[in-house]
């Protein structure tokens, strides 16, 4: 069984950083990937960003330029940092790891980022 930990989001003003992190621990095999969707009100959720454990990566185009995922894959911590955000980057951000040697596919409890003036 795998288990995630998020770190919290917060509320930051338009232009400013945040980062977020995400650790995955138990039973961990082979392969995965590991980053963050986020859902806005009354919106779907997209990909925000994920890496795999080969280093790939892949964002949503709308943080493509702004937003930037790496991996600490001896602890098997993502980090997410958020520069430049803006208002319509407010959402819950979730975590999700994905393996399927490890029978996994996790989705962490969700954190609220929000960038208001």
């Known amino acids: 069984q795998v288990q995630l930990v998020e770190s919290r989001g917060g509320l930051v003003r338009p232009g400013e950083s945040l980062s977020l992190s995400c650790g995955a621990s138990g039973d961990i095999r082979g392969a995965y990937a590991i980053g963050w969707y986020r859902q806005a009100p009354e919106k779907e959720r997209e990909l925000v960003a994920l890496i795999t454990s080969g280093s790939s990566t892949k964002y949503g185009d709308s943080v493509q330029d702004r937003f930037h995922i790496s991996i600490d894959k001896v602890r098997l911590v993502a980090f997410l940092q958020m520069d430049s955000l803006k208002p319509e980057d407010t959402a819950v951000y979730s975590c999700?790891?994905?393996?399927?040697?490890?029978?996994?596919?996790?989705w962490g409890q969700g954190t609220q980022v929000t960038v208001s003036a």
């Open positions: 999700r790891f994905v393996s399927v040697d490890s029978h996994a596919d996790i």
